[in-house]
């Protein structure tokens, strides 16, 4: 089953704010997960959840002061993050929410491990992310997070939405939650009552599909970007790494005229998002 592309009123407060490092906090917090659902063509082993985009919303009205005040003194926010000695953005994604987890005053969540590894002997079964009780359910909670950026082909079906790498699918991910990720029913000493995957970033269209029908577990209340293999004629600049999670408030760089892989950015009242491949790197990696 597959729904019509649609442009409805996106929720995108994270674009209020200055300081680029609270941007991303408010992005990690308020932007809804990549998925509306779990595909029905997912062999599920392991039963886990998402959570829908109104319990996302609902967190960010509670922290939106303390966003603000983190917008005028950021330091405790790049303290924390000055921890995180690796580059890469899944692991900054990961610490923002950790923050968020920590600020107790903010949430109904009581952090009751981070990074728990499983081990059986010598060999390591696998790590949790993050576990919490829920002390308006009193129930205790696994979650893995990820931000993740695909790049959907030919009809959109679930096999065919690849990463930057190509052998970091959708479909792998998925499989990778529900058989691997999502199999320990305790951590800790706490009994495990529900999984939920926490997973965000983008997808994006091909460009000459950009108003195909979507499947119906894409979730199209978050804005999609689009990839190509073609310099598109509209203004665009290269964000920096760090900008993928948000843009800075401000352009990072001149409109593009030389062009190399990576992810453009057009800055206007409907700013929009390309991803720009090489069609000799792209198809190469096949």
Request: charged share 20%; with cysteine.
């Amino acid at each position: 089953m597959s729904k019509m592309i649609t442009t409805p009123c996106l929720f995108e407060p994270w674009l209020q704010f200055e300081h680029p490092i609270v941007r991303h906090l408010a992005f990690s917090l308020a932007s809804p997960n990549i998925l509306a659902r779990i595909p029905d063509d997912l062999p599920v082993k392991n039963h886990f959840e998402l959570h829908p985009d109104q319990h996302w919303q609902t967190h960010y009205h509670h922290y939106e002061t303390r966003l603000k005040q983190l917008d005028r003194f950021p330091q405790p926010l790049i303290d924390f993050l000055a921890q995180l000695k690796s580059t890469r953005l899944g692991l900054r994604f990961e610490h923002l929410l950790w923050f968020w987890l920590l600020e107790h005053d903010y949430h109904p969540y009581q952090l009751l491990g981070h990074s728990i590894q499983k081990i059986a002997g010598a060999r390591t079964l696998g790590e949790l992310d993050f576990v919490l009780l829920n002390q308006e359910t009193q129930q205790v909670e696994h979650w893995e997070v990820a931000l993740k950026y695909y790049l959907g082909e030919g009809k959109l079906d679930l096999p065919l939405w690849f990463g930057l790498n190509r052998a970091d699918t959708l479909q792998r991910k998925l499989r990778h939650f529900t058989e691997r990720q999502f199999q320990f029913t305790e951590a800790n000493g706490h009994q495990i009552q529900r999984k939920f995957a926490v997973m965000k970033g983008q997808l994006y269209l091909p460009s000459e599909h950009a108003t195909s029908d979507l499947p119906c577990w894409v979730n199209s209340s978050r804005r999609l970007g689009q990839w190509g293999t073609t310099i598109p004629h509209a203004p665009y600049y290269r964000l920096q790494r760090h900008e993928w999670l948000c843009p800075d408030m401000q352009a990072s760089s001149q409109p593009a005229h030389w062009w190399t892989n990576g992810l453009y950015y057009q800055q206007t009242q409907t700013p929009g998002f390309y991803m720009f491949r090489q069609p000799s790197l792209l198809f190469s990696l096949t």
